[in-house]
């Protein structure tokens, strides 16, 4: 089902994207405002997207990997605007909006799927399922990038040397506590996204656990980020070795969302559940 | 007989320090000076600047050779020094010369540390004794308050300003590279050097509130925490107290580390990994290098950070080009508006002598006219008036537009002779008419 909404969703995220890596550049604060704005307009135009799916599918948007990609993107710049509010840290947006760019490129090259939808799609548990696991990436997103920074930025006081970047990035202390509430959030929605899927497979399928690789890997990366965040909270783990824990987790997510689906065969296999699959 | 704008003084590129002691003024001092500028008849208007790097009088006159020896006479008595130890080291500048000093100094263009920011505050405030002695006047006014715009402009349009150049202030800007805000922060100072003090005091003005000193002698560190309202500890206690600390000024004249890496490595665990950042300014070194490979601990020590301003001294070298382009830019402005001011003299004789002669002439149309009620007198006054008014309104706007030109200075001759406005004759305007 091709839509104007979704191509204007891209456009404005990949506007954001050079208006943001142009003030990485050039410094100026109006850019990082305008770039934000832009990346605002995108966001509503996405938002209106998946309004308008919603309404012609009868279900969340996200049977296919296309649709599963720009869902994705559209929770990374959401969970992004709502930590500008809070952090006002300009820099985030370059490091954000083509990360969440990216993923809405990847999701235009997929093919658009057509078909009905099967009746078992049809439940309210698929969307609070999909909704909380991909707010939670969306935050485990900022955590990663937050991640990314950190390391930049302390590797250049670790090593005295100062490169461009040093002066660009905030400091150390700011990037960590970015990382640890952007942890802090994602892990209830990663959880409360885990127990609504396997209520919906109850439902659906007549069983909570069926050792599909997709649950299996899942079950991986939520206890990644639940030694992580145990870490953290405990044995006061931060700065780098949290930042690299950060990454490795995030790795994970990617694979269970992207290799999961593509590799290895299981319901979860987007061709399987497509609007158009068997 | 057109007013100057001259600045005489000398800084730490003319005169070296004994001599620049010398003129050091104090606030009262500084007091005796201006009035000392409002009572020489040569001088208009006058101002002036004693920084332990530099002294500054900047003055307006139309003798400016008379002026500039009496000023000189008035350092020779302030340093109590002779007239030929001073004459050769004060520089002195005219002109636009004069006005993009002080935009230099202004916006520390010009001093021993370029970019350093007290001198901006040091300039605002010989500024206001000069508006409380009322020795400003129309132009130094104006040429303060651009100097002022000039600093801002260059302070945000240039990196000139945003890096550190000091030591001290190097690990300050590292500290809040690492802990963001220095609110809250534990400052512990092991050895109690000056180097050290400075560093500590820089970090009190950044937001520190809590301090621990420990000091080999113990009555020394009772001494400097007394200074900083901080706890004095002995030495023992050093790796108790680091547990706490977050913030490690080492400068202790030990020939071995006194921070060891097992010491450190130990003491992680307890600190929950919070950040830690050593500043070592001891030669020797206090910390072991190793201490730097440790998560979450940074140590920099006293080459490191003269490596991190030699960057920012680079860095700001390529500034002040930029800003240079800036001074010139708004002394080409203030030039303008210097020209413009030229005219007004020349336009108000102009308008003087226009109303003389509507009264002259008006006086005598009375005694003519008979008997007038005093609504028709105020309509013969209000044409004669508008007449004049309308005739000089063309030449006024001319003189103005020619104002900013080079050959503005010729238009106002001309002006001047053509109306007449530099005879003594000026109260006979009547007469005069009369004749012709």
């Not at chain 1, 987790?249 to 689906?261: D, E, P, Q, S």
């Not at chain 2, 590129?13 to 201006?34: K, N, Y």
């Not at chain 2, 030929?84 to 202004?106: C, N, P, Q, W």
């Not at chain 2, 680079?314 to 080409?332: P, S, T, W």
């Given at each position: 089902?091709?839509?104007?909404?979704?191509?204007?969703?891209?456009?404005?995220?990949?506007?954001?994207?050079?208006?943001?890596?142009?003030?990485?550049?050039?410094?100026?604060?109006?850019?990082?405002?305008?770039?934000?704005?832009?990346?605002?307009?995108?966001?509503?135009?996405?938002?209106?997207?998946?309004?308008?799916?919603?309404?012609?599918?009868?279900?969340?948007?996200?049977?296919?990997?296309?649709?599963?990609?720009?869902?994705?993107?559209?929770?990374?710049?959401?969970?992004?605007?709502?930590?500008?509010?809070?952090?006002?840290?300009?820099?985030?947006?370059?490091?954000?909006?083509?990360?969440?760019?990216?993923?809405?490129?990847?999701?235009?090259?997929?093919?658009?799927?057509?078909?009905?939808?099967?009746?078992?799609?049809?439940?309210?548990?698929?969307?609070?399922?999909?909704?909380?696991?991909?707010?939670?990436n969306g935050l485990f997103a900022?955590?990663?990038?937050?991640?990314?920074?950190?390391?930049?930025?302390?590797?250049?006081?670790?090593?005295?040397?100062?490169?461009?970047?040093?002066?660009?990035?905030?400091?150390?202390?700011?990037?960590?506590?970015?990382?640890?509430?952007?942890?802090?959030?994602?892990?209830?929605?990663?959880?409360?996204?885990?127990?609504?899927?396997?209520?919906?497979?109850?439902?659906?399928?007549?069983?909570?656990?069926?050792?599909?690789?997709?649950?299996?890997?899942?079950?991986?990366?939520?206890?990644?980020?639940?030694?992580?965040?145990?870490?953290?909270?405990?044995?006061?783990?931060?700065?780098r070795r949290a930042a690299v824990?950060?990454?490795?987790?995030?790795?994970?997510?990617?694979?269970?969302?992207?290799?999961?689906?593509?590799?290895?065969?299981?319901?979860?296999?987007?061709?399987?559940?497509?609007?158009?699959?068997? | 007989?057109?007013?100057?704008?001259?600045?005489?003084?000398?800084?730490?590129?003319?005169?070296?320090?004994?001599?620049?002691?010398?003129?050091?003024?104090?606030?009262?001092?500084?007091?005796?000076?201006?009035?000392?500028?409002?009572?020489?008849?040569?001088?208009?208007?006058?101002?002036?600047?004693?920084?332990?790097?530099?002294?500054?009088?900047?003055?307006?006159?139309?003798?400016?050779?008379?002026?500039?020896?009496?000023?000189?006479?008035?350092?020779?008595?302030?340093?109590?020094?002779?007239?030929?130890?001073?004459?050769?080291?004060?520089?002195?500048?005219?002109?636009?010369?004069?006005?993009?000093?002080?935009?230099?100094?202004?916006?520390?263009?010009?001093?021993?540390?370029?970019?350093?920011?007290?001198?901006?505050?040091?300039?605002?405030?010989?500024?206001?004794?000069?508006?409380?002695?009322?020795?400003?006047?129309?132009?130094?006014?104006?040429?303060?308050?651009?100097?002022?715009?000039?600093?801002?402009?260059?302070?945000?349009?240039?990196?000139?300003?945003?890096?550190?150049?000091?030591?001290?202030?190097?690990?300050?800007?590292?500290?809040?590279?690492?802990?963001?805000?220095?609110?809250?922060?534990?400052?512990?100072?092991?050895?109690?050097?000056?180097?050290?003090?400075?560093?500590?005091?820089?970090?009190?003005?950044?937001?520190?509130?809590?301090?621990?000193?420990?000091?080999?002698?113990?009555?020394?560190?009772?001494?400097?925490?007394?200074?900083?309202?901080?706890?004095?500890?002995?030495?023992?206690?050093?790796?108790?107290?680091?547990?706490?600390?977050?913030?490690?000024?080492?400068?202790?004249?030990?020939?071995?580390?006194v921070i060891t890496f097992e010491?450190?490595?130990?003491?992680?665990?307890?600190?929950?990994?919070?950040?830690?950042?050593?500043?070592?300014?001891?030669?020797?070194?206090?910390?072991?290098?190793?201490?730097?490979?440790?998560?979450?601990?940074?140590?920099?020590?006293?080459?490191?950070?003269?490596?991190?301003?030699?960057?920012?001294?680079?860095?700001?070298?390529?500034?002040?080009?930029?800003?240079?382009?800036?001074?010139?830019?708004?002394?080409?402005?203030?030039?303008?508006?210097?020209?413009?001011?030229?005219?007004?003299?020349?336009?108000?004789?102009?308008?003087?002598?226009?109303?003389?002669?509507?009264?002259?002439?008006?006086?005598?149309?009375?005694?003519?006219?008979?008997?007038?009620?005093?609504?028709?007198?105020?309509?013969?006054?209000?044409?004669?008036?508008?007449?004049?008014?309308?005739?000089?309104?063309?030449?006024?706007?001319?003189?103005?537009?020619?104002?900013?030109?080079?050959?503005?200075?010729?238009?106002?001759?001309?002006?001047?002779?053509?109306?007449?406005?530099?005879?003594?004759?000026?109260?006979?305007?009547?007469?005069?008419?009369?004749?012709?």
């Open positions: 089902m091709r839509s104007p909404w979704f191509f204007l969703a891209l456009l404005f995220d990949l506007l954001a994207t050079g208006g943001y890596i142009v003030y990485l550049i050039k410094q100026e604060k109006w850019v990082s405002r305008a770039s934000c704005l832009i990346l605002f307009i995108g966001f509503v135009f996405h938002t209106v997207f998946l309004c308008v799916q919603y309404a012609a599918l009868g279900t969340a948007p996200v049977l296919d990997l296309k649709s599963a990609f720009s869902f994705f993107s559209w929770c990374v710049v959401l969970v992004f605007l709502v930590f500008h509010l809070k952090f006002r840290i300009m820099v985030l947006g370059s490091f954000v909006a083509p990360f969440a760019a990216f993923l809405m490129i990847i999701s235009s090259a997929m093919p658009w799927a057509a078909g009905p939808v099967k009746p078992i799609f049809k439940s309210i548990w698929l969307t609070v399922h999909v909704t909380t696991i991909f707010l939670g900022i955590t990663f990038v937050a991640a990314i920074m950190y390391l930049i930025q302390e590797r250049q006081i670790k090593r005295k040397r100062f490169g461009s970047f040093y002066s660009r990035l905030p400091s150390l202390a700011t990037l960590d506590s970015i990382n640890h509430y952007a942890l802090i959030c994602g892990f209830p929605f990663l959880t409360l996204g885990m127990i609504t899927g396997s209520i919906y497979a109850q439902v659906a399928l007549g069983s909570y656990w069926q050792w599909d690789p997709k649950e299996v890997w899942s079950l991986v990366t939520w206890l990644f980020y639940a030694a992580l965040l145990h870490e953290r909270l405990t044995v006061g783990w931060r700065g824990m950060s990454i490795v987790c995030f790795c994970i997510l990617l694979f269970t969302f992207v290799g999961a689906t593509l590799w290895v065969k299981g319901y979860h296999d987007f061709t399987s559940i497509g609007t158009g699959g068997a | 007989m057109k007013t100057k704008i001259v600045d005489i003084g000398m800084n730490h590129e003319t005169a070296p320090i004994e001599l620049r002691e010398c003129l050091a003024a104090g606030p009262e001092s500084t007091g005796r000076i201006l009035s000392a500028l409002r009572g020489l008849s040569c001088i208009r208007e006058g101002m002036f600047l004693s920084t332990c790097n530099r002294i500054e009088v900047l003055f307006t006159s139309d003798r400016e050779a008379e002026a500039k020896e009496a000023v000189l006479s008035l350092m020779s008595a302030l340093g109590e020094l002779p007239r030929d130890t001073l004459s050769g080291r004060f520089y002195s500048l005219e002109g636009m010369d004069a006005v993009k000093h002080i935009f230099r100094i202004a916006s520390s263009l010009d001093s021993m540390v370029v970019g350093e920011p007290q001198i901006l505050g040091q300039i605002k405030e010989a500024y206001r004794r000069a508006t409380q002695e009322r020795t400003s006047g129309v132009i130094v006014n104006r040429l303060m308050h651009r100097a002022f715009h000039v600093a801002k402009r260059i302070r945000t349009e240039t990196g000139i300003c945003s890096s550190a150049v000091s030591v001290s202030y190097a690990a300050v800007e590292l500290a809040k590279k690492i802990f963001h805000s220095l609110d809250g922060k534990n400052v512990l100072l092991i050895g109690a050097g000056e180097m050290a003090e400075l560093a500590a005091r820089h970090l009190v003005n950044n937001g520190i509130t809590s301090m621990s000193v420990a000091n080999r002698t113990f009555e020394r560190a009772v001494d400097v925490a007394a200074r900083f309202e901080a706890r004095a500890v002995s030495f023992d206690e050093i790796a108790g107290e680091i547990v706490d600390a977050d913030i490690v000024i080492c400068s202790t004249a030990s020939p071995e580390p010491q450190i490595k130990t003491s992680l665990r307890k600190r929950r990994n919070r950040p830690l950042f050593f500043i070592d300014i001891a030669v020797p070194r206090d910390v072991e290098p190793r201490v730097n490979k440790l998560a979450n601990v940074y140590v920099y020590d006293i080459d490191d950070l003269k490596g991190v301003i030699a960057l920012n001294v680079e860095q700001r070298k390529r500034e002040a080009v930029r800003a240079e382009r800036i001074v010139q830019e708004e002394v080409f402005k203030f030039a303008q508006w210097l020209n413009t001011l030229s005219v007004v003299p020349t336009i108000v004789a102009l308008q003087e002598k226009a109303d003389a002669i509507v009264q002259a002439e008006l006086k005598k149309s009375y005694n003519l006219l008979g008997h007038l009620t005093d609504t028709q007198k105020g309509a013969v006054q209000v044409l004669a008036r508008s007449i004049a008014e309308k005739v000089l309104n063309d030449p006024i706007l001319f003189l103005k537009g020619k104002a900013e030109r080079d050959a503005g200075d010729t238009y106002l001759d001309v002006a001047r002779r053509l109306f007449n406005l530099d005879s003594n004759r000026g109260e006979k305007y009547g007469s005069e008419s009369d004749d012709h």
